[in-house]
């Protein structure tokens, strides 16, 4: 097995502690490392350590409505935080991938941004610097992004001047006893726009032996685009932004850059050492734009073992409401897959996956063979990216755009060659017939009805603080939501989704097909920004309201 600490970035030690991190820290005093850092190559190389190491997908997947509660008689979960994030509870755990862990290693990476930024600064921020300085700021910029996707509500036109943000942290710290404000999202959003357009003139392609492992051209256009997306204006302004950037990305011609996914399908799923999922992240696929070396066990709970079957994405989601579900596409069932890539599913365990996100191990114990698992996050794709500029041409109410855009998503991820348009996604999402038919829960002949936790189906009551317009819109934005569910299942954006649309969603327990219904998330649930870890709070950051 393939040692991977950050083996793919390679191993540089700096010696700089997080700027923000648990409590028994906050009283030590950060070593100041930038009168060290005055060469190109030492500044280049601590680059390495402005990328976080930690993943949130077991966080966001658990939290959202991928995830269902099995009760059947054995079930178990790993370990406390699986339970605790699932239930929407307090998370007290802090294996990897807990808020704890999150908070930590995001902070941990902006220290080493700032103390890159300092160095250049130190320097006098000459030219031959500015590709370096763009990186730190886009990393800056990333890990800002994702604090608060995490500890914080969605951005809201209306309610972002009063909704926490998280602290914004811009320069390199002698002291982490320091508490700061959170300050508010409006604050944040502002700040991390600034350090994006600053970025975007100077990012370079030639900083780094294998460019998809650090922010490129192609991946720092993507992510503006989907920080412009989350960073919702008014007059939807910001949009314009999303497609610009997009654009450049994607091109004239959006099929050249898509991922390969007939050929990609076409690696068997039981082929020795997970070669499909090796496949999927490997930086030569076109349709990868950034990857990250990431501590997780994601792998083992979504995927086909015996780690945490009591949550998981089952087959009553999958059959209802994501992968396996009626969508403008068509529908898979077990015999016929409309996608080239299989879902995967087995009568032992209560799991419907897609084999997507290997995993590596670092050996610690050379004689046990055991050591800390990492797991490839191809963060920012094409694929993903093409979703999010139809859904900023729909908004815009730009639909010719929108439709071309899904009809190229449509023809690389499935099997279905036909051309989406209005009358497609009315047949698909619109006001249903009233003549039954059989299949999933929920559907008709002709249209689909709004989910039910007891009929489910994979259209969803929308409550966003910006407008979408009954009708056409409305159809193309579920039909936009539900590609991207399936796109990145397993990847935590159906979370932000949630958020952002004001979408209610449940936790249910199944049974033997029986649904139980023993939580419910509102659009104004507190609980939509999950809480900062109790080491955090101890310290004298603000909390999240409960």
């Known amino acids: 097995m393939i040692r991977l600490h950050r083996l793919l970035f390679g191993f540089v030690c700096c010696g700089i502690a997080a700027t923000m991190v648990g409590c028994d820290d906050y009283l030590d005093v950060l070593p100041d490392n930038r009168a060290a850092l005055d060469s190109e190559e030492k500044i280049t190389d601590l680059l390495v350590s402005a990328y976080p190491e930690a993943s949130d997908y077991m966080l966001t997947e658990l939290y959202s409505d991928n995830t269902d509660r099995n009760d059947e008689p054995g079930l178990a979960v790993q370990?406390?935080?699986?339970?605790?994030?699932?239930?929407?509870?307090?998370?007290?755990?802090?294996?990897?991938?807990?808020?704890?862990?999150?908070?930590?290693?995001?902070?941990?990476?902006?220290?080493?941004?700032?103390?890159?930024?300092?160095?250049?600064?130190?320097?006098?921020?000459?030219?031959?610097?500015?590709?370096?300085?763009?990186?730190?700021?886009?990393?800056?910029?990333?890990?800002?992004?994702?604090?608060?996707?995490?500890?914080?509500?969605?951005?809201?036109?209306?309610?972002?001047?009063?909704?926490?943000?998280?602290?914004?942290?811009?320069?390199?710290?002698?002291?982490?006893?320091?508490?700061?404000?959170?300050?508010?999202?409006?604050?944040?959003?502002?700040?991390?726009?600034?350090?994006?357009?600053a970025a975007l003139p100077d990012v370079s392609d030639n900083l780094h032996d294998i460019v998809k492992y650090h922010f490129n051209r192609r991946a720092a256009y993507a992510f503006a685009a989907r920080f412009y997306l989350y960073y919702m204006q008014d007059d939807k302004s910001n949009l314009d932004k999303v497609i610009e950037y997009a654009s450049k990305v994607l091109g004239s011609n959006t099929q050249e850059y898509l991922r390969d996914w007939d050929a990609l399908g076409k690696i068997s799923l039981y082929q020795s050492g997970g070669q499909r999922a090796i496949a999927y992240v490997n930086a030569d696929d076109r349709a990868n734009l950034l990857?990250?070396?990431?501590?997780?066990?994601?792998?083992?709970?979504?995927?086909?073992?015996?780690?945490?079957?009591?949550?998981?994405?089952?087959?009553?989601?999958?059959?209802?409401?994501?992968?396996?579900?009626?969508?403008?596409?068509?529908?898979?069932?077990?015999?016929?897959?409309?996608?080239?890539?299989?879902?995967?599913?087995?009568?032992k365990y209560p799991k419907v996956f897609m084999d997507k996100l290997p995993e590596f191990l670092q050996i610690t114990d050379e004689v046990k063979q055991t050591g800390t698992p990492y797991m490839m996050d191809p963060v920012l794709t094409t694929d993903a990216l093409l979703i999010d500029r139809a859904e900023a041409y729909a908004l815009k109410g730009d639909y010719a755009h929108a439709y071309q855009d899904l009809t190229s998503w449509m023809h690389a991820f499935t099997k279905n060659g036909a051309t989406v348009d209005a009358a497609l996604l009315e047949k698909t999402y619109g006001e249903p017939a009233d003549i039954p038919v059989s299949g999933p829960e929920g559907m008709t002949s002709d249209g689909m009805k709004y989910y039910t936790p007891t009929e489910p189906t994979?259209?969803?009551?929308?409550?966003?603080?910006?407008?979408?317009?009954?009708?056409?819109?409305?159809?193309?934005?579920?039909?936009?939501?539900?590609?991207?569910?399936?796109?990145?299942?397993?990847?935590?954006?159906?979370?932000?989704?949630?958020?952002?649309?004001?979408?209610?969603?449940?936790?249910?327990?199944?049974?033997?097909?029986?649904v139980t219904v023993y939580d419910t998330m509102k659009k104004e649930d507190p609980r939509r920004a999950i809480q900062l870890p109790d080491q955090v709070i101890n310290a004298g950051i603000e909390a999240n309201p409960r």
Not at 81 to 105: C, K, V
Not at 310 to 322: D, G, P, Q, R
Not at 467 to 485: D, K
């Open 291 to 347: 990857i990250l070396s990431t501590k997780s066990y994601w792998w083992r709970v979504y995927r086909y073992t015996s780690w945490g079957l009591k949550y998981t994405h089952n087959e009553k989601i999958a059959l209802n409401e994501s992968v396996n579900a009626k969508g403008f596409w068509g529908q898979n069932n077990t015999y016929a897959s409309v996608f080239y890539f299989d879902v995967y599913t087995d009568s």
């Open 458 to 514: 994979p259209k969803k009551r929308l409550n966003p603080d910006f407008t979408v317009t009954p009708g056409e819109q409305e159809n193309l934005i579920h039909a936009i939501l539900h590609a991207r569910r399936v796109t990145t299942i397993h990847e935590g954006q159906r979370w932000q989704d949630i958020k952002r649309y004001g979408i209610e969603i449940y936790r249910r327990a199944i049974k033997d097909d029986n």
């Open 79 to 197: 370990y406390p935080f699986q339970e605790q994030a699932a239930t929407w509870g307090e998370i007290t755990d802090m294996n990897m991938g807990s808020p704890y862990h999150l908070w930590n290693d995001y902070y941990k990476a902006i220290s080493a941004a700032n103390t890159v930024i300092a160095a250049i600064d130190r320097l006098g921020n000459p030219k031959r610097l500015s590709a370096q300085r763009a990186e730190a700021l886009l990393c800056r910029a990333y890990c800002h992004f994702k604090l608060s996707n995490i500890f914080c509500l969605a951005y809201s036109p209306k309610t972002c001047h009063q909704d926490l943000g998280v602290t914004y942290i811009d320069a390199p710290d002698s002291k982490v006893s320091s508490v700061y404000p959170r300050g508010t999202m409006d604050e944040l959003f502002y700040k991390i726009a600034a350090d994006i357009e």
